[in-house]
């Protein structure tokens, strides 16, 4: 398997894996594309970092700072995800541990994100990686009836 940064030949791909993974139960706003040039446009290549296999993007870690505030400049906020054919084969640990590796060499101080309470695989492993839960937005959305949490969990280098 390679860890690289994607490029504009990734976006299929990256495409189907998105429209898989974030779903009703991973993240409160559906993400779906409806082409490649609107993916491209919102994803430029080198703006997230891949796993391949076999020619195929099989997981994929976005990260940014927080907002352009120069005061938080230290802080990642990420998003992850792997292809569910494709998951518990440690993918989504190697790009954490890519990311960690990148953000220790380039000075970022704390690595962020936000996961609905809902999803208890995902906060297993990031609780599993080290990040902590920092904070809890209570029923901060009504998804399908049921009110659920936002949960903000960071991790320090």
């Known amino acids: 398997m390679e860890i690289r940064l994607s490029h504009k030949e990734d976006a299929s791909s990256m495409m189907e894996l998105e429209n898989l993974v974030w779903t009703k139960g991973t993240t409160p706003a559906e993400i779906q594309f409806d082409s490649e040039a609107e993916f491209l446009e919102k994803n430029p290549p080198g703006s997230k970092t891949v796993a391949v296999l076999d020619g195929k993007v099989v997981g994929i870690l976005g990260y940014h700072a927080p907002h352009s505030l120069k005061a938080v400049q230290h802080v ?4 992850i995800a792997v292809h569910p054919a494709y998951q518990k084969q440690g993918i989504a ?17 704390k690595l962020q994100l936000r996961v609905l309470s809902t999803n208890e695989k995902a ?23 049921a009110y659920v949490d936002d949960i903000f969990m960071a991790y320090f280098l």
Not at 93 to 109: F, I, S, T
Request: no cysteine; proline share 0%.
């Open 123 to 145: 906060i297993h492993f990031y609780q599993k990686n080290g990040f902590h839960k920092e904070g809890v937005l209570e029923k901060q959305f009504l998804l399908d009836g």
């Open 76 to 79: 990642l906020e990420l998003d």
């Open 93 to 109: 640990g190697q790009l954490m541990d890519a990311l960690k590796e990148m953000a220790r060499k380039n000075g970022v101080k």
